[in-house]
């Protein structure tokens, strides 16, 4: 198994901010699945989705992962919130580091998502139902996947970071 920290979680959940913070912490560079989809695609997530279409995303979201049991060690891995909903991703996201899954109520996704305009997913006519109803279809999944689950709607940056350190063996 490689040493990477994995962080997976429902969109708005905080990966990529906690992602950053924990790599000052950590003194581990930062990898995010979606940015290395579209550096490698040239499109943004948006365009994949409207011109490839869902499934194709997801199929890059797969190989993105193999190709980085190849080439990622001692990295922190911010994934795309769809990612572990495929289970055969869950044994790839084992074998590539330890995750920790970034638990967060639908009530603070929406507050933090509801202008937002980069996720094709909640895009439609009522967000904040779309939320409840993929959250609650994705939490086992999540669970499942997850080395380690850490609430965050509750808490600052520096507290789940401080979790996060006391996990990977290194108190504050
Ligand atoms: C998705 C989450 C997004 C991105 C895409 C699909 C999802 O990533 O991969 O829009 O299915 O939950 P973030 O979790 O970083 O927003």
């Not at 429902?10 to 995010?32: A, E, P, Q």
């Not at 490839?52 to 797969?62: H, K, P």
């Not at 919130?81 to 044994?91: A, D, F, R, T």
């Not at 499942?144 to 063996?169: L, N, P, R, T, Y």
């Amino acid at each position: 198994m490689k040493d990477n920290v994995i962080l997976i979680g429902f969109m708005g959940c905080g990966k990529t901010s906690v992602g950053i913070r924990l790599s000052y912490s950590l003194k581990r560079t930062i990898i995010d699945t979606d940015k290395w989809i579209e550096k490698k695609q040239n499109m943004t997530v948006s365009e994949i989705f409207a011109k490839e279409g869902e499934q194709a995303f997801r199929q890059m979201e797969t190989d993105c992962i193999k190709e980085l049991i190849n080439t990622a060690d001692r990295q922190i891995i911010s994934t795309g919130g769809g990612l572990p909903v495929k289970e055969e991703n869950h044994v790839l996201l084992k074998a590539l580091g330890r995750v920790y899954y970034l638990k967060v109520t639908p009530e603070t996704v929406y507050e933090r998502l509801k202008d937002d305009t980069t996720r094709p997913l909640l895009q439609g006519a009522d967000p904040k139902a779309r939320i409840e109803e993929l959250l609650l279809k994705r939490e086992p999944l999540y669970e499942k996947c997850a080395d380690v689950i850490i609430e965050v709607s509750d808490k600052s940056f520096d507290e789940i970071i401080a979790e996060i350190m006391k996990e990977e063996g290194k108190e504050r």
